[in-house]
T-cell receptor
Framework: DAGVTQSPTHLIKTRGQQVTLRCSPI?????VSWYQQVLGQGPQFIFQ???????GRGNFPDRFSARQFPNYSSELNVNALLLGDSALYLC?????????????FGNGTRLTVT | QQQVKQSPQSLIVQKGGISIINCAYE??????FPWYQQFPGKGPALLIA?????SEKKEGRFTISFNKSAKQFSLHIMDSQPGDSATYFC????????????FGQGTRLTINP
């Protein structure tokens, strides 16, 4: 069975640009979460979506937005990129919301902002 | 109150030894404590998780010990193997509501053959 797939794997953008990252969850999983992992640190929660509705939002500016589609795939958008947005962006899926349903992470999209 | 503090930052253990990683949390509302393993170029993978109604959980060579009064939990890896060399993250969240994991800073574990 395919795991969580993310695209692209690597991305280089310039300050001020906008970026869209994509995620396909494990088949049957209805929840998608996004995390930012800065080099040398633990992942930080950005968003959780379940059944196309936002269920949680972390401490990130409004430049970050996301959505979930009817097929449960998801996109993370970041506007007006800053150098500090350079990080590994991880998508995770689970069958349902709530921590009783384990999170399965993809291998991430490495974003570099120059 | 949302922090999870993890130590040590890095750890070197001989093959066959016991690796121990510690975490402390502040938010008493947390009631789910997973450990994740991450290899270079890969996403974190769930190793083992515990809820505060038990003090210990064991799965194979991996054991979580949990001390609710001290707000601390730890991962023990018995008979450590070179293939265990990875970065380990503890995390905490509430079981109900949004699946909002708060991660520790990570421990880079190296097992010497």
């Amino acid at each position: 069975d395919a795991g969580v797939t993310q695209s692209p794997t690597h991305l280089i953008k310039t300050r001020g640009q906008q970026v869209t990252l994509r995620c396909s969850p494990i088949s049957g999983h209805k929840s998608v979460s996004w995390y930012q992992q800065v080099l040398g640190q633990g992942p930080q929660f950005i968003f959780q979506y379940y059944e196309k509705e936002e269920r949680g939002r972390g401490n990130f500016p409004d430049r970050f937005s996301a959505r979930q589609f009817p097929n449960y795939s998801s996109e993370l958008n970041v506007n007006a990129l800053l150098l500090g947005d350079s990080a590994l962006y991880l998508c995770a899926s689970s069958f349902s919301t709530g921590s009783s349903s384990p999170l399965h992470f993809g291998n991430g999209t490495r974003l570099t902002v120059t | 109150q949302q922090q999870v503090k993890q130590s040590p930052q890095s750890l070197i253990v001989q093959k066959g030894g016991i690796s121990i990683i510690n975490c402390a949390y502040e938010n008493t509302a947390f009631d789910y404590f997973p450990w994740y393993q991450q290899f270079p170029g890969k996403g974190p993978a769930l190793l083992i998780a515990i809820r505060p109604d038990v003090s210990e959980k064991k799965e194979g060579r991996f054991t979580i010990s949990f001390n609710k009064s001290a707000k601390q939990f730890s991962l023990h890896i018995m008979d450590s193997q070179p293939g265990d060399s990875a970065t380990y993250f503890c995390a905490a969240s509430r079981i109900q509501g949004a699946q909002k994991l708060v991660f520790g800073q990570g421990t880079r574990l190296t097992i010497n053959p």
